[in-house]
């Protein structure tokens, strides 16, 4: 089929370096692996409009066809949020004359783009749904018109013919803002052949000789947002007793933090108060392609997420866990949301309690003492991620789900 990726989020670009990039690649990889060819249309290209991009773009992905619909400059939020409901219609009327098979949307607010191309053509309509964005917006940012965008997020999900959900929390909220919507949780994976082990080290080096040259490692890799807990990671990398610092103040392990954000400069104050700033380095954004080289340089890798607010969620499916799986890193997490579920409960990677700085510092400490028990849970989680976790796998399942679009164009028809 001809499938019409739709991303109106101005948040997120085709070609960025935030993880809802990675995602929107690796489904399109998926897609065209699968035999269809995808168009994408978006709002950006990378994480600027307007700056040439061309050196993040993956050379498979080089003649991916991306048509872009910028969303124009805006005073004020309610300019912002009108201007992306636009650019939602244009995509919806470009994608149609394109002659569209199928559409697959990425859930953005204020767009009603799918349902408005499959309402005009009848094709096959899937959209993935990865937060319960109005309550994002309203918690974290700003929301100006919530009635538009409770239409807008209804009409989407009763028009689609699945709605993908990343967990089982996000699948709960879609029900409970359109009760016949057709759910279904597909959550995040990756991608097993771009991340596999052994990419850190020198191609001429034997790998394990190559590890024994360097300190021990811990490192994260994520979008430095406030919900991430990076925070609580160093406090606990400067607790642990196998770091603790010289007469010189020289600390034995090294922390790599891969991502930018909104925390990126608090952190940098912290790792100083901290006494972290010498074994400790903050690689910022970098590009989807960079990061397998730089997950192969851990020893453990890291998702320490706080504990929820109350009354609220653990409603993310984190593409990093799924990552450092694939990378053959032993991994320490958070016991929230579906990642006890992810780890095998414990088979495939340790889980502390969210928040809490000493049992982390504890499982960081134990991983160091036991290079074996380290072995051990990376070899276990590459084997998940292979057999359970692969995008190929999760682009199958939906597949399964989304009706042909002779089945739908049958249905459109009235029985005589």
Known sequence: MRIAYLLADPGIGVFGTKGASVHVQEMVRALRAHGHEVTVYGTKRGDRPGRPETESVPEDLADLPVVVVPVPGAKDAAAREAAVAQVAAEMAQLAALDGAEAVYERYALFSDAGARLAARTGIPFAVEVNAPL????????????????????????????????????????????EGDAAVTVIPNGVNTDRIRPGLGADADTDAEHHASLRPFTVGFVGTLKPWHGTEILLQAVAAATGNAADAGGTRPWRLEICGAGPQLDPLRDLAQRLGLQDCIHFHGAVAPARVPEILGRFDVAVAPYPMPSPGAEHYFSPLKVYEYLAAEVAVV??????????LGDGAHGLLVAPGDVDALANALDQLARRPELRARLAASGRAAAVAEHSWQHRCAQLLALLPTPEHVASEQVSPR
Do not use: M, N, Y
């Not at 109005?134 to 409770?150: G, K, M, P, Y």
């Open 134 to 177: 109005i309550a994002e917006q309203q918690t974290h940012r700003s929301l100006h018109d919530e009635a538009s965008a409770w239409e807008a997020t209804r009409r989407t999900f009763a028009a689609a013919d699945i709605v993908a959900c990343v967990s089982g929390p996000v699948a709960d909220w879609v029900r409970q803002v």
């Open 333 to 342: 997490a958070s016991a929230v949301g579906e990642l006890p579920e992810v």
